[in-house]
């Protein structure tokens, strides 16, 4: 994300859509935790902890900013 402001601008849009609409907010963060559930299921069952699992950026901010709504 570094050096591409694009990116950053589409995130913020993006994040303010969901500030405004409960409703697609509940629906994006469901979607997000299934990518990341899906990606996790790829992962052969004797891999290790240190195995790389790739999300797409939206999801883990997305995911990181409900977490802190709920810690406030």
Same mark, same amino acid.
């Given at each position: 994300? +570094?050096? /591409? !402001?694009?990116c950053l601008?589409?995130?913020? @849009?993006?994040?303010? @859509?969901?500030?405004? %609409?409960?409703?697609?907010?509940?629906?994006?963060?469901?979607?997000?935790?299934?990518?990341?559930?899906?990606?996790?299921?790829?992962? !052969?069952? %004797?891999? =290790?902890?240190?195995? #790389? =699992?790739? #999300? %797409?950026? /939206?999801?883990? =901010?997305?995911? +990181?900013? /409900?977490?802190?709504?709920?810690?406030?």
């Open positions: 994300m +570094a050096g /591409q !402001p694009g601008t589409d995130l913020r @849009e993006f994040l303010k @859509e969901l500030d405004q %609409n409960s409703d697609l907010r509940a629906a994006a963060t469901l979607r997000s935790l299934s990518r990341i559930r899906t990606e996790l299921e790829h992962l !052969p069952e %004797n891999s =290790v902890l240190t195995d #790389p =699992v790739i #999300p %797409n950026a /939206q999801d883990v =901010v997305l995911l +990181a900013r /409900q977490l802190m709504s709920r810690r406030r």
